[in-house]
Each structure stands twice: as structure tokens, then as C-alpha cells.
């Protein structure tokens, strides 16, 4: 008889609040963006981030681990691709390019990892994952549209969507060598670490610029940062990762397409802004990619052999 596995509840519970929470991060972002440039805020929000995880994991594991030199290598590389790389693609990326068309971009990530996965890691590349991944993302990119995805190819592609996929690729990245290179360590050990050394790297670009002092930011503003750096990042980062090593870089990496999802239905909730049918329909085609990647699976049975 046939077996049915599944993406267990509590891992499809975090992975969602984990979309959730960074669709929340848009709003705050709106926030915090007018007071202050982008190096300056993306410093502030991962040192916010490197207090609260050092914090938690002195609570939770009484310190961080040892590390072998691969395991250095590691979480260097997290630190460059989760943090840094990212966050700089993502910033310069927004400078030129429309939201909308830069979430499509970003969107891409669950593709990049579903086929960084079957190369690096030998995860199969399935129908289902093409279809889910293909579903979700033409989900975003008629939410994003309005009901025209071909809209948000006009104009071409310059450096700023340059930036954008390498954000992407980046985060694709995060996720893989969080899953395959980092053994033997918690999520949140491994989080803490990529967050200590990619904070690093921000505070080293951030003085090259020359900007020491802080922002003279609204309380407002501050409380936006501490959302970003708490639960946008010391939170949902180690949720996300915990998730990676439950079900595997691909079928994790899809739930960030539900992102723009929560960023609109967050929009539409506290900023009062206007939900149309294209909205609707593209939630639905991201949440139909997310369910069958996700969904139960038969596996076949134990063949028998007779006693002899």
C-alpha cells in the first residue's frame, strides 16, 4: 500500500508566517526609507537583528558552537549571499527600478534555488516543483501587473534588474549552502553567525561611504528597524532556515512567493490601500504553486520478500 508524505504542519505554519512577517517588512520599510539611505538602514536593521540572535541563542543553547574551518568558510558565505549580497542588490536595484517590477525579480528566487538545488544538491526536479514554481510566479506577476504581466517587461532590462537578479541568485545561494555546506549546527546558530558576519561586511561599506553618525530618524522610524531587524530578520531568517533543513531548499524557498501577497494584503489591511481582481486571482495561482509543491505525495510501497 502506498504511503503519503507530508510537509509537516508546523513547518507549513512557520514557512507562512515567515511570508507574512516579510510582507510586513515592506510597510516598515516605507517607513524607515524617507529618513535615511539605504547602506545606513540595512546596517542599522541587521545590528538590531546580530543583538537579538546572540541574545537568543545564548538563551536557548547557552552560546554559539566552535567552528571547523569549512564551517568558517560557511558562514562567511551566508554572510556574503543572505546579508550583504542581497541586501546591496535589493537596495541599488529599487534606485532604478519600479517596485513592481523589481518584486517580479525577486520572485524569481524560488526558480533559482529549485534548479541550484538539483545541481548542487541532487534534490529531483520534478513536475510538480516545475508547475508549482511556474503557477506561483505567474501569480506574482499578475498581482504585481494589474492583470498584465507583459507590462512589467516594458523598458528593457538595465542595471538595476541587473542588481535585482543578483539579489536573487544571492538569496538562492543563502538558502542552498545553509542546506548543504553548514552540517552539525542549529538554525539558529547558523543564523546568528551569517548575521555577525554579513553586519561585518554592511559596517565596512557603510564607512567607506563615509556615513559614522546616526540618522536623525522619527520614533516612528526607529520602531520600523526594530521590526525589520527582530522579527523580519532574527525571527523569520532562523524560521526560514529551520524550514530549509525540514523539507529542502526548493520546497521552502516557494512560500517567499507569497510574499507580495502578504506585502498588498497588509497594504490593503493598514494603509488602506484598494484591492482589485487581479489581486485575487494571482493570490490564488501563488497559493495553488505553493499547495502542489507542497502537497502530499505517495511513495511506493516496501516490496516483501516470502521466509524461505
Do not use: D
Not at 62 to 78: A, I, K, Y
Not at 97 to 117: F, H, K
Not at 193 to 198: D, E, S
Request: aromatic share 8%; proline share 5%.
Amino acid at each position: 500500500m502506498n504511503k503519503l508524505t507530508r510537509t509537516p504542519v508546523p513547518v507549513i505554519a512557520r514557512l507562512s508566517l515567515v511570508a507574512l512577517i516579510w510582507g510586513g517588512t515592506f510597510i516598515a520599510g516605507r517607513v524607515a526609507a524617507p529618513q535615511m539611505s539605504a547602506p545606513m538602514s540595512a546596517l542599522l536593521r541587521y545590528i538590531i537583528a546580530t543583538v537579538a540572535l546572540v541574545i537568543i541563542v545564548f538563551m536557548r543553547e547557552g552560546g554559539l558552537p566552535r567552528l571547523s574551518r569549512t564551517q568558517w568558510v560557511g558562514v562567511v558565505l551566508l554572510g556574503m549571499t543572505g546579508v550583504a549580497g542581497y541586501n546591496l542588490g535589493f537596495m541599488y536595484g529599487l534606485e532604478t527600478v519600479p517596485a513592481s517590477r523589481g518584486s517580479l525579480l525577486i520572485a524569481l528566487n524560488p526558480a533559482a534555488t529549485m534548479i541550484g538545488a538539483a545541481i548542487f544538491l541532487r534534490e529531483p526536479l520534478t513536475l510538480a516543483k516545475i508547475v508549482g514554481c511556474v503557477l506561483a510566479l505567474l501569480g506574482v506577476a499578475i498581482e504585481l501587473s494589474g492583470g498584465n504581466p507583459l507590462v512589467l517587461f516594458e523598458g528593457g532590462a538595465g542595471w538595476g534588474e541587473a542588481a535585482l537578479f543578483a539579489a536573487a541568485v544571492s538569496w538562492a545561494g543563502y538558502t542552498l549552502i545553509g542546506k548543504g555546506l553548514i552540517g552539525g549546527m542549529s538554525a539558529l546558530a547558523m543564523t546568528t553567525y551569517a548575521a555577525l558576519t554579513g553586519t561585518a561586511l554592511l559596517a565596512l561599506i557603510v564607512a567607506v561611504r563615509g556615513e559614522i553618525a546616526l540618522p536623525q530618524a522619527t520614533i516612528g522610524a526607529w520602531v520600523a528597524l526594530g521590526y525589520m531587524g527582530i522579527f523580519g530578520t532574527a525571527i523569520a531568517f532562523v524560521w526560514f532556515m529551520e524550514g530549509v533543513q525540514a523539507v529542502g531548499p526548493a520546497r521552502a524557498s516557494i512560500f517567499v512567493n507569497l510574499v507580495p501577497v502578504a506585502a498588498i494584503t497588509l497594504g490593503v489591511l493598514l494603509l488602506g490601500e484598494h484591492v482589485n481582481a487581479s489581486m485575487i486571482v494571482g493570490a490564488a495561482l501563488v497559493i495553488a504553486g505553493v499547495w502542489i509543491i507542497n502537497r502530499p505525495v505517495a511513495t511506493p510501497p516496501i516490496a516483501r520478500t516470502r521466509p524461505t
